[in-house]
């Protein structure tokens, strides 16, 4: 563990009730530099709510976190160190796009000619940048809010939804932004609602349905803890499975998938003489299969407890 | 106890070279958001404007014995006594209306700097608005004398400035205390316009709540000051209608603001 550097974000038992509703229950989940962390959960589990407490916009009822090692209003002039985009609609409806990066620019102390800089680089044109953001489609102030987070340079991303409202060509952007950014050494920290988005963009997860964390990890091992898929073409893999004492169930569109992993798999297969034409991690609906299941869990246990 | 080096002690190296936000930068970003949105400018454009407006209206209108110094400051004063305070009040709320609080305040995350900032702000562009009142009022005074042979007076004194300018400090900080108390701008709008009338309205209702109007109302308090005959009492009334309308409000909405959850929606 020696190895792994300080994390970047790190919260610790962060809890948030409004009288008797608990929207965050102890939730804690570390985001290291040098990756990009999905912080994914339906509509309502607490996501912006503990993105708020992390920012200092809210007070929790329990718990603490941290930023670059100090709680986050603490942290001088924080725009030089982290860039924050909670919500990309949240802007004078009546101001220039240029002029909202004008205000950061002038707040930060950052030379005017870097507002030119983020126009650029999130690809809004000079036009569009005079434009009012009223007038902005929520893609683009995607992208504004996206500049306005970068302007101070940081070495930390805060995101609330940022692929909400962009075309798949502009979440293909962002995936490689935040890519360059992370590889960078940079620490990147967003949520989402939606898998998709998340499978592409992030490679850390932290899952939480109803405040509670849910699950935590890599994609990859997340991906896997999902499960095996298995198809063979002859032979009856099902009764192989089955003899094993494997657990399985039959999947769309002919194989099986299986909570077990590839190995004891392939042993079941070919101690009864099954050759297997597919062995592999649940691929394409897994996160979804995860996702749903993890938030399904956690739905079922509210009702009983 | 060793502690991590490389990082910590660039990160030091970097605190130490931008040590926070100066008062300064906050103060001058606060001002442009005065004045950067098309609502903001026209209603500066409104405050400034009003002022030759009514000077021009007056040099027609008025007989010449009416065309002194007072009068023009009188009547000057009059559109930015309705109008500064809305300026205040929105330099507060639209923060949360707009909900542009979210991006100030992750920015600046000690939220009583930032309503210093903005308190400041509004009071230099308050301060601003009602010197080019007194000024437009000497130059409406001039010409009346050359042109119509109003009457010319210069009368006024040092007293009758520091009054005048109190008078319109006061609206402008009760419309900054009502924005921060409220939060909501068509709330603070209506409190700070219309709570007023229906107060005054009460305490005219018998002759004794008449007889101790001036200590609650801030209208009637402050009437004294523009006809420049405050006395030690007035000064005693001014105070106590200046606590319950402005100093209870501020602190409440002091509180409140650095309290209330920033929240998108």
Redesign the interface.
């Known amino acids: 563990m020696a190895v792994l550097s300080p994390p970047a974000i790190e919260v610790a038992g962060l809890s948030k009730s409004y009288g008797t509703h608990i929207a965050v229950d102890d939730v804690s989940f570390a985001v290291r530099p040098g990756s990009v962390t999905g912080f994914l959960g339906p509509n309502g589990a607490g996501k912006s709510t503990t993105l708020r407490m992390l920012v200092g916009l809210t007070r929790p009822s329990d718990g603490r976190s941290t930023v670059l090692g100090v709680p986050y209003p603490r942290l001088p002039n924080p725009g030089r160190r982290v860039g924050v985009l909670l919500d990309a609609s949240a802007q004078h409806t009546g101001r220039t796009g240029r002029e909202v990066l004008t205000l950061g620019a002038m707040l930060m102390g950052l030379p005017a000619t870097r507002v030119d800089e983020m126009v650029e680089l999130v690809g809004l044109t000079p036009a569009e940048a005079r434009r009012r953001t009223g007038t902005y489609s929520l893609g683009m102030r995607q992208r504004l809010g996206i500049a306005h987070a970068l302007l101070g340079r940081p070495r930390v991303l805060i995101l609330d939804e940022p692929a909400n409202g962009l075309d798949p060509a502009g979440i293909h952007w962002m995936r490689g932004l935040l890519r360059e950014f992370a590889d960078a050494g940079g620490a990147v920290l967003l949520s989402s609602h939606l898998l998709r988005e998340i499978e592409v963009i992030a490679d850390e997860l932290v899952v939480i349905g109803r405040g509670r964390l849910v699950a935590q990890g890599s994609k990859h091992d997340l991906l896997a803890a999902a499960g095996t898929f298995v198809r063979a073409d002859g032979g009856d893999l099902a009764a192989a499975l089955h003899a094993a004492g494997i657990e399985f169930r039959p999947a769309a569109g002919g194989g099986y998938t299986s909570p077990a992993n590839a190995e004891t798999i392939a042993r079941a297969a070919a101690h009864a003489g099954v050759a297997l034409t597919e062995l592999r991690p649940v691929d394409g609906g897994g996160l979804e299969a995860l996702f749903l299941h993890l938030t399904a869990d956690d739905a079922r246990e509210d009702v009983t407890a | 106890m060793t502690t ?1 080096t490389t ?2 002690t660039a ?1 030091r190296r970097a ?1 130490a070279a ?4 100066p008062f300064g ?2 103060l ?2 606060e001002l ?2 005065l004045t ?5 400018r026209w209603l500066l454009i409104a405050i400034v404007a009003a002022t030759p407006v009514v000077v021009t209206v007056m040099l027609f209108v008025a007989a010449p014995k009416d065309l002194t110094y007072n009068n023009f400051v009188d009547y000057t004063q009059t559109p930015q006594k309705i109008l500064l305070p809305a300026l205040a009040i929105l330099a507060m709320t ?1 923060e949360w209306s ?3 609080g ?2 100030t ?6 939220r009583r700097r930032v309503l210093l900032a903005k308190f400041t702000a509004v009071l230099a562009l308050g301060l601003v608005a009602i010197a080019v009142a007194f000024a437009a009022a000497g130059i409406g005074n001039a010409l009346g004398a050359g042109l119509r042979h109003g009457n010319g007076s210069w009368a006024f004194g040092p007293a009758g400035f520091g009054e005048i300018t109190l008078v319109q400090v006061i609206g402008l900080v009760e419309g900054m205390a009502f924005g921060m108390a409220l939060l909501i701008t068509a709330s603070a709008i209506i409190a700070y316009y219309v709570l007023p009338s229906i107060w005054s309205a009460l305490f005219t209702l018998t002759a004794s709540l008449k007889t101790i109007a001036a200590w609650f109302d801030l209208n009637k308090a402050s009437g004294a000051l523009y006809d420049q005959d405050i006395t030690g009492k007035g000064w005693l009334q001014l105070l106590v209608a200046v606590t319950i309308w402005i100093a209870v409000p501020l602190a409440f909405g002091v509180w409140r603001v650095g ?1 209330t ?5």
């Open positions: 991590p990082t910590t990160e605190a931008d040590g926070g936000v930068r906050l001058r970003t442009r958001k950067d949105t098309r609502a903001s639209s707009q909900r542009t979210l991006v305040f992750t920015l600046v995350p000690d309290r959850e920033v929240k998108s929606s």
